[in-house]
């Protein structure tokens, strides 16, 4: 097997910090070590002096637009992105069409996608009216959890009624598996737009004032109260205010397995933000005020928060031009999975003080955990595949998408930002994928993560000295 070694770096993963050199034999960690012996004899040798090197980071959010709307984005261009930001490992979200109903739907897209993906990768099924029946064989497929709108969404992704949300759940929970929630209330949510409309508004506050936190608060507590009745584990997708943290933690404190991510828009954005990019920056939910966004961080910081994803939602300028005179008439979506990690990473370590064994655990550990994925994933641990980002955290950079982006339409809410963490090497089962500024491998790289497939450590015993 060919061996690797990324020598000299600071390892920063979920069990704590330390100066290591990495072993890597074929695809799997075969161990660390403070040993230079290793350093003589490899087939690769990646220098991280001077660096930081963390677990490939997991992104349990992501929309490519295979099979129908590809002139937006694809699982190659998607993946090249995700690798660029030191993505191993990207979880893509139900919401294409065809809308995945089926157990035939889903398999056709992950064959797709098993030819065109450079990182590692999931898929989660549909929790709708219409694939109720079929959820069982999604699972079966490789669904590892499934997604549920309880607000209108896209006319092509029905959204739940309390009863179907609750039959779906009870349908999960019957297979061990997971529930995504998308937690808006539907009924407030349309009183507000068509308030908004009789009032001629179509400037981009508007469309914040159309989902304020609470119509997002109202219905995480009703997703939770049905997901305890259910006897289901439940993630809340991007949430977006400290109270929709704190519902999940007063749950979690009752033994409820809930749990939480956020996004790097409701991190990093405000309403001044969505002012100035007008429909560039229309998502939901919405960007929040900034005490909110502040708050937010708070709960970041004390661990509430268990995962950071992209929610990536590609579309083409067009798209988004079209609401530059009416906020509602552009797509709902920020594209943002290649600076999801740096920016992030550049914000919580060198302005907040958040650890780098925390950020690990924020990044990867945690999603791997709520995905089934670790400890084969999400960490640095002998056995496991060899998914690592290498970082410099002291070389600024600023954001240019039209430079830098592997996006098929380069844009960013974050253009122009400052950054304090580059991104040197993405590594995915011992190869690395992305470096010196390109990707380096071919497209069918990457490889489908079956959601019935264990992912226990294959040889645990493995000597951390060698």
């Not at 009924?187 to 304020?212: C, K, M, Q, V, Y």
């Not at 470096?435 to 040889?459: C, K, N, S, W, Y």
Request: glycine share 8%.
């Amino acid at each position: 097997m060919k061996r690797t070694v990324i020598a000299h770096g600071t390892v920063a993963a979920d069990y704590g910090v330390v100066r290591a050199h990495i072993v890597v034999e074929g695809e799997r960690i075969a161990g660390l070590t403070t040993d230079d012996a290793v350093l003589h004899g490899a087939d690769e040798f990646v220098d991280a002096r001077g660096k930081v090197v963390l677990p490939g980071a997991i992104d349990m959010h992501s929309h490519f637009e295979d099979l129908e709307f590809t002139e937006r984005e694809d699982f190659t261009t998607g993946t090249m992105a995700a690798a660029a930001g030191g993505f191993t490992t990207v979880m893509e979200h139900p919401l294409t069409v065809p809308l995945v109903t089926s157990a035939q739907i889903f398999r056709a897209k992950r064959e797709r996608a098993e030819t065109k993906v450079v990182v590692d990768f999931g898929l989660w099924g549909a929790l709708t009216r219409p694939s109720l029946p079929e959820i069982a064989g999604q699972h079966a497929e490789g669904a590892r959890g499934f997604k549920a709108f309880m607000p209108l969404s896209d006319p092509e992704y029905p959204h739940v009624s309390d009863a179907e949300f609750l039959e779906g759940m009870q349908t999960v929970a019957g297979l061990g598996s997971l529930v995504l929630v998308h937690a808006e209330n539907d009924a407030i949510l349309r009183a507000s737009l068509a308030a908004l409309r009789a009032a001629g508004r179509t400037d981009p506050l508007a469309h914040h004032e159309s989902r304020p936190p609470f119509v997002e608060e109202e219905a995480v507590h009703r997703a939770i109260y049905l997901a305890r009745h259910a006897g289901v584990r439940l993630q809340v997708v991007h949430g977006s205010t400290p109270e929709t943290a704190r519902l999940v933690a007063a749950a979690r404190g009752e033994g409820q397995p809930v749990t939480l991510e956020v996004c790097p828009h409701h991190l990093l954005l405000d309403l001044d933000d969505l002012r100035r990019l007008g429909p560039y920056g229309r998502c939901a939910p919405p960007f929040r005020d900034r005490p909110l966004v502040e708050a937010l961080w708070g709960r970041v910081l004390d661990g509430t928060v268990d995962s950071l994803v992209s929610d990536h939602a590609a579309y083409t300028h067009a798209e988004k031009d079209a609401g530059r005179d009416d906020i509602f008439e552009a797509p709902n979506g920020c594209q943002t999975i290649q600076e999801t990690v740096p920016l992030v990473l550049d914000e919580a370590y060198h302005r907040r003080g958040m650890t780098l064994d925390h950020f690990a655990r924020f990044s990867a550990t945690n999603g791997a955990r709520v995905a089934g994925l670790y400890p084969r994933k999400g960490t640095i641990l002998p056995g496991g595949d060899a998914d690592l980002a290498v970082y410099d955290l002291d070389d600024p950079w600023t954001v240019d998408p039209a430079a830098q982006q592997f996006t098929k339409n380069p844009w960013s809410p974050f253009a122009g930002r400052r950054v304090r963490a580059r991104l040197d090497r993405t590594i995915v089962r011992g190869t690395s994928v992305f470096a010196d500024g390109e990707i380096q491998v071919a497209p069918g790289h990457g490889r489908f993560l079956h959601g019935r497939e264990p992912m226990t450590l294959p040889d645990p015993t493995m000597a951390a000295s060698r």
